[in-house]
C-alpha cells in the first residue's frame, strides 16, 4: 500500500551547529507522527538516524567544480556585501540525494515535503495545507526575485510535491557538466534554488 506523506531532510553534518539545527528539526518534525527521511553525504551517529523511518547515505559527496559560489546580503541604505564560497559547492550533491530519495520513496508514499535542517516552520499546518493544493498541482513551494541579479528562485527551507511526478519529470545528473548543461547561463543561476526554478520555467511555465 502506498501511503500520502513523508517528511524530507537532507544534512551536510559538518559542524556541531549544523548537527544541533538537525536535531531540533528532526524533534519537531516527529511531533507530526508522519515518517521522516534523512539524507546526506556524510556518515552521521547512530543516536541521530536511529530517530528517523529511513536514512540514505550516498558517500560520494559530487561538488561544483571550478565554480565560485556569491552569497550577498543586502540591506538597503545599511550594508551591502558579497563574499565567496572558499571551497566546492552542494547543489548537486543535495539535488542528487533528492532523486535518489524519490526514486526510493516512490512506490512507498505518494507525496514528500521537503524541510531544510536549518528552517524554522509550523510543520503540521503547512503539510495539512500544501497536501490539498496537491491534488491538482505537482509541485508548491514559493519564489523570490532580485532583479538586479536577473535571478529568480525557489524557496530553498522548504517546498512540496508529488513524488511520482518528480522521479518521472526530473533528469538523472550526476556530473556539474551536466548541472550546467541543465541550467542557464552559468554564474548565480547556478545556485541550487536558481537552478530549479529555472529548470521548472524552461520545461512547465511558471
Sequence with gaps: ????????????????????QLRT???AAKSTSLPILLASHLPLSSDIVSQVDYFIYDR???LSEGYIVNYYYNVPG???????????YHALAGYISLKESMTFLR????????????????????IEYVSSILLDYNFV?????????QMKGILPGF????IAWWDDHMPE??????????????????LGENWLHNYFEDHWPI
Design 1 to 20: 500500500m502506498i501511503r500520502d506523506d513523508i517528511i524530507f531532510t537532507m544534512c551536510h553534518p559538518e559542524s556541531e551547529i549544523k548537527i544541533a
Design 25 to 27: 528539526l528532526i524533534s
Design 60 to 62: 560520494y559527496d559530487t
Design 78 to 88: 545599511y550594508i551591502s556585501t558579497c563574499t565567496r564560497r572558499p571551497g566546492g
Design 107 to 126: 512506490n512507498k508514499f505518494k507525496r514528500f515535503h521537503f524541510i531544510s535542517y536549518d528552517t524554522l516552520l509550523d510543520i503540521k499546518p503547512y
Design 141 to 149: 513551494s514559493g519564489r523570490y526575485d532580485v532583479p538586479l541579479q
Design 159 to 162: 517546498f512540496s510535491c508529488n
Design 173 to 190: 545528473i550526476s556530473t556539474w557538466e551536466e548541472w550546467k548543461s541543465h541550467g542557464r547561463d552559468g554564474a548565480d543561476n547556478l
